[in-house]
């Protein structure tokens, strides 16, 4: 059983996922990371391979990023992995997440700032083809975090790319760029397991959460706006 963590770290970004990697090996020394970057030799290494990507900037570094999710070697057959997971390069690991992903074959994080008080803030797309479907409930999903079994990864994979690229076709931005898309096409998948609120979670105090950052796995870092 073979787990692989992918991440896109174009621009700045590349110094927040070193971190993010480091914290992820010192729980799961095992986890085999692939970074797709535009910084030439970052790439190489025991259980690190290092993909070319250019830097799109904003809002395509993460509306496109499924695009090089879909180039991963593991979906072809060589570098295989059983278990593929999704992460932004701005984390940091508290613990294995494994113990919280291993009875599932497809997972979500619920965002951190749209759960409890704030659950009726969520901004799920009132227009578009992201939009829900009538009727439907469910958690706000983090952008941040989310997988599962290869064969379900790679089918979510498929769904978020063709639908941000109908949307741009009618020239459409979805609000949250990919995170839109994702959540419309969750509420799809019969098997989805949505990971508990809290288990991501900000590294810094802030307003808008209302939870225990004690009890995370993984933190989202608190950037200067600058980065962002």
Avoid at 98 to 118: I, R
Wanted: one cysteine or more; proline letters at 7%.
């Amino acid at each position: 059983m073979s787990l692989a963590f992918l991440t896109v770290a174009t621009g700045r970004y590349l110094a927040y996922a070193q971190a993010n990697l480091l914290s992820l090996w010192r729980h799961r020394p095992n986890a085999e990371i692939t970074v797709w970057t535009d910084h030439p030799g970052a790439g190489g290494g025991d259980g690190l391979l290092g993909c070319h990507w250019p830097h799109l900037g904003w809002p395509w570094a993460t509306l496109l990023r499924y695009e090089a999710y879909l180039t991963h070697p593991g979906l072809n057959g060589s570098h295989a992995a059983d278990y593929l997971y999704a992460m932004d390069a701005d984390l940091l690991w508290t613990r294995d997440p494994w113990p919280d992903l291993c009875e599932h074959s497809l997972v979500f994080a619920t965002h951190p700032g749209f759960a409890g008080a704030h659950a009726k803030a969520a901004p799920f797309a009132q227009a578009g083809l992201c939009r829900l479907p009538e009727g439907v409930e469910t958690p706000y999903l983090a952008g941040g975090f989310w997988g599962g079994r290869s064969e379900r990864f790679l089918g979510v994979c498929e769904a978020v790319r063709d639908l941000i690229r109908r949307e741009a076709a009618s020239e459409r931005v979805p609000k949250w760029h990919d995170e839109t898309a994702l959540n419309r096409v969750a509420v799809d998948q019969p098997d989805r397991h949505v990971l508990p609120w809290g288990w991501l979670a900000p590294d810094a105090a802030c307003d808008w959460y209302l939870g225990d950052r004690a009890q995370a796995c993984v933190l989202a870092v608190t950037k200067p706006k600058e980065a962002r």
